[in-house]
Nanobody, 122 residues
């Protein structure tokens, strides 16, 4: 049974930093593309950052370029999202997801975590 478990969310002031982690089990982690997505109240879920199975390729949404970094440790079955210079508009539930293709389309991802809340106060 596949499980993705996120952690690291919380309340932070604007300009602050958080590091999200997602630990995967029940799948061959190194075979999967991993993505971080977020969903704010009343909005659709959107891709934030995606990393290839090897870690050699990454994608970041324009809204987070220069502030967020995605990385992975295949030995630890873990993907990370380092978030710096946080803004109130980054407030959302953040989800990690596992899939086979580097795409921003949520339906292409096979497995999802339960999400972790990130709240940025102004």
């Amino acid at each position: 049974q596949v499980q993705l478990v996120e952690s690291g969310g919380g309340l932070v002031q604007a300009g602050g930093s958080l590091r999200l982690s997602c630990v995967a089990s029940g799948l061959t982690f190194s075979n999967y593309v991993m993505g971080w997505f977020r969903q704010a109240p009343g909005k659709e879920r959107e891709a934030v950052a995606i990393i290839s199975s090897s870690g050699g390729s990454t994608y970041r949404a324009d809204s987070v370029k220069g502030r967020f970094t995605i990385s992975r440790d295949n030995a630890k079955n873990t993907v990370y999202l380092q978030m710096n210079s946080l803004k109130p508009e980054d407030t959302a539930v953040y989800y990690c997801a596992a899939g086979k293709t580097m795409v921003t389309i949520t339906s292409w991802y096979d497995y999802w975590g339960q999400g972790t809340q990130v709240t940025v106060s102004s």
